[in-house]
């Protein structure tokens, strides 16, 4: 059963969601709903043309930074200087590089106006974050996600040149804030960086674990 969300600040048990991880339709984009939202393991994501849809997947494919896998190329792509890293210093240019950036499979994006002003709301409350990568002062990779306590739940990546998003992953793990990343989508490279899955009931003793 999918629930059809009103102006009440509430979600439904996320346990109810479809097979698919789907568990309501409808709400808004305000900041005390998105972290009702994600403090509860439940995310926004749809497109243009449809309603808001809210998930929250039986399964989640995450990051321990302390499994981090940094391949012996990737080690030197980080030894040879060529990027610098920085966090939260263009919030703004990463969301809009990742609304940009071409997905194999998919047509257009999921992170519309209406979401990229949502997340900068977050940004600029402490909430949600950006690590940058830079190469001759041009923004070349990033990544952006919401932080609750000591989970980071990773919305999206981009890379205009070789290896920049793997960079931010691997600077994000190095950062000392986390206990677990939420990658939330599965891909082969982040599988063979560490990640794995983990059941629901997992993924929420952690979203709750402060220290």
Same mark, same amino acid.
């Given at each position: 059963?999918?629930?059809?969300?009103?102006?009440?600040?509430?979600?439904?048990?996320?346990?109810?969601?479809?097979?698919?991880?789907?568990?309501?339709?409808?709400?808004?984009?305000?900041?005390? /709903?998105?972290?009702?939202?994600?403090?509860?393991?439940?995310?926004?994501?749809?497109?243009?043309?449809?309603?808001?849809?809210?998930?929250?997947?039986?399964? /989640?494919?995450?990051?321990?930074?302390?499994?981090?896998?940094?391949?012996?190329?990737?080690?030197?792509?980080?030894?040879?200087?060529?990027?610098?890293?920085?966090?939260?210093?263009?919030?703004?240019?990463?969301?809009?590089?990742?609304?940009?950036?071409?997905?194999?499979?998919?047509?257009?994006?999921?992170?519309?106006?209406?979401?990229?002003?949502?997340?900068?709301?977050?940004?600029?409350?402490?909430?949600?974050?950006?690590?940058?990568?830079?190469?001759?002062?041009?923004?070349?990779?990033?990544?952006?996600?919401?932080?609750?306590?000591?989970?980071?739940?990773?919305?999206?990546?981009?890379?205009?040149?070789?290896?920049?998003?793997?960079?931010?992953?691997?600077?994000?793990?190095?950062?000392?804030?986390?206990?677990?990343?939420?990658?939330?989508?599965?891909?082969?490279?982040?599988?063979?960086?560490?990640? /794995?899955?983990?059941?629901?009931?997992?993924?929420?003793?952690?979203?709750?674990?402060?220290?």
């Amino acid at each position: 059963m999918i629930f059809r969300l009103d102006d009440r600040l509430l979600f439904p048990n996320p346990a109810l969601a479809e097979d698919d991880g789907l568990l309501a339709v409808g709400g808004d984009l305000s900041m005390q /709903r998105l972290l009702l939202a994600y403090q509860n393991g439940i995310f926004p994501w749809y497109s243009e043309d449809e309603p808001i849809l809210w998930f929250s997947p039986h399964e /989640r494919f995450v990051l321990y930074p302390g499994e981090l896998v940094v391949s012996k190329s990737m080690r030197k792509v980080l030894n040879s200087g060529q990027f610098k890293l920085t966090f939260n210093q263009c919030f703004e240019g990463v969301i809009a590089a990742c609304a940009k950036a071409p997905r194999p499979g998919q047509d257009g994006t999921w992170i519309t106006a209406d979401m990229q002003q949502a997340y900068i709301t977050l940004n600029k409350n402490g909430y949600a974050h950006s690590v940058e990568v830079w190469q001759r002062d041009e923004l070349v990779g990033g990544l952006y996600g919401v932080e609750v306590n000591r989970v980071f739940c990773g919305e999206s990546m981009f890379s205009k040149v070789s290896n920049a998003s793997k960079t931010a992953l691997i600077h994000l793990c190095r950062l000392g804030r986390h206990d677990l990343v939420d990658c939330q989508v599965y891909t082969p490279h982040l599988e063979s960086m560490g990640a /794995r899955m983990i059941s629901r009931d997992d993924y929420t003793k952690a979203l709750t674990a402060t220290i």
